[in-house]
Nanobody, 115 residues
């Protein structure tokens, strides 16, 4: 299982970013996918999750209405569209899945929201 995130960067408050996570090494379409984040000094937290066919999503309360998770099973990729970004969204963002009972994580991509 390999997960590779991209799309992070520095953005001003109120701005937008789109994160991508390219997956390989497993049957992507058969597994739920999620995005997590970890800010310095804080525990990693779940941001959003999407089911196998994308029919169901759920979000942390802190990002509801601003972030959208989606997936393209033909491209083995999961996305996180982040709008109306706030300084408190600053964190390393990781995509994740559970295969065979084991959690797998990407290397993360840094998102910094600052003026």
């Amino acid at each position: 299982v390999q997960l590779v995130e991209s799309g992070g960067g520095l953005v001003q408050p109120g701005g937008s970013l789109r994160l991508s996570c390219a997956a390989s090494g497993f049957t992507f379409s058969s597994y739920d996918m999620s995005w997590h984040r970890q800010a310095p000094g804080k525990e990693r937290e779940l941001v959003a999750r999407v089911t196998t066919a994308g029919g169901s999503t759920n979000y942390a309360d802190s990002v509801k209405g601003r972030f959208t998770i989606s997936r393209d099973n033909a491209k083995n990729t999961v996305y996180l569209q982040m709008n109306s970004l706030k300084p408190e969204d600053t964190a390393a963002y990781y995509c994740s899945t559970v295969v065979g009972g084991w959690p797998f994580w990407g290397q993360g991509t840094q998102v910094t929201v600052s003026s």
